[in-house]
C-alpha cells in the first residue's frame, strides 16, 4: 500500500492515452456486473471521451485495483467541487447504482427504485456536490460501483420510489447520462468517464 504524506496535492486528472485505455478498460469491467441501466452504457462508452481521475499525483500510474491510503475527506473535498463543476456544463442528477441490496431488503428505504432487482438511489446537482458525494459513498458498498450522472433534472427522471422501471424508463435514463463514475483504489476514489461537455466542466476543476 502506498502512503501519501499531508503535502501532496489531490487533483482531478485528466487522463491522456494510453491511460484513458486503462480507464475505459476498468469502467467497462465494472459495468459488466451491473444492472441492465448498466450494460445499456457499455454500449454508449464511445460517446464518453473523456476521463477524470480523482486522486494524487503519480496515482495514475498504479492499478486502480490498488488502495493508496487516499484520505477521504481530501477526496470527498474533490468530488464536491467536480459535481458543482458538472452541474454548470448540464449535469442534472447523479443516479447510483447499489452493488449489494436487492430488491426485498428489509433494510431497504422508501425512496428507491429497481431495475430488475438492483438498487437505485438518485438526488440532483442543483443543491451543490455535497448531497451527491453522499450518495456515492452511500448508495453502494464499495466495489462495483456504477454511478451515472443523467442531463435531466430529478423532476424529469423516470424515477418513482418503490416502483420497477420498464424497459423503455432503463432506456430513457441511459441515453441521458452525460458521465459514468466508478470506484478506483479499493474504493477510496473515482473515476469519470464523461462526455466532452461535461469534461470541460471537470476541467475546470482542476486544482494545479
Not at 5 to 28: C, G, H, Q, R
Amino acid at each position: 500500500m502506498v502512503k501519501w504524506d499531508n503535502t501532496t496535492i489531490m487533483n482531478t486528472m485528466m487522463l491522456e492515452p494510453p491511460v484513458v485505455d486503462k480507464a475505459w478498460a476498468w469502467v467497462l469491467k465494472s459495468l459488466l456486473q451491473g444492472s441492465v441501466l448498466s450494460t445499456l452504457l457499455v454500449e454508449r462508452l464511445e460517446a464518453l471521451p473523456r476521463a477524470f481521475l480523482l486522486g494524487t499525483a503519480g496515482s495514475e500510474d498504479f492499478p486502480f485495483s490498488y488502495a493508496l491510503g487516499l484520505k477521504e475527506a481530501d477526496v470527498d473535498s474533490l468530488a464536491v467541487r467536480a459535481f458543482t463543476n458538472t452541474a454548470m456544463c448540464g449535469g442534472g442528477s447523479l443516479i447510483v447504482e447499489s452493488d449489494f441490496a436487492r430488491k426485498g431488503d428489509q433494510c431497504l428505504a422508501p425512496d428507491v427504485a429497481f431495475v430488475d432487482d438492483r438498487v437505485i438511489r438518485w438526488t440532483g446537482l442543483d443543491g451543490g456536490g455535497v448531497e451527491p458525494v453522499h450518495l456515492l459513498r452511500t448508495g453502494a458498498a464499495g466495489y462495483p460501483l456504477n454511478a451515472f450522472v443523467s442531463a435531466l433534472p430529478v423532476s424529469e427522471l423516470p424515477l418513482t420510489p418503490g416502483t420497477d422501471l420498464t424497459r423503455q424508463e432503463v432506456e430513457i435514463l441511459a441515453e441521458s447520462v452525460c458521465a459514468v463514475i466508478v470506484a478506483v483504489f479499493d474504493a477510496e476514489s473515482f473515476l469519470f468517464l464523461t462526455t466532452a461537455t461535461v469534461g470541460e466542466g471537470l476541467s475546470g476543476a482542476i486544482v494545479t
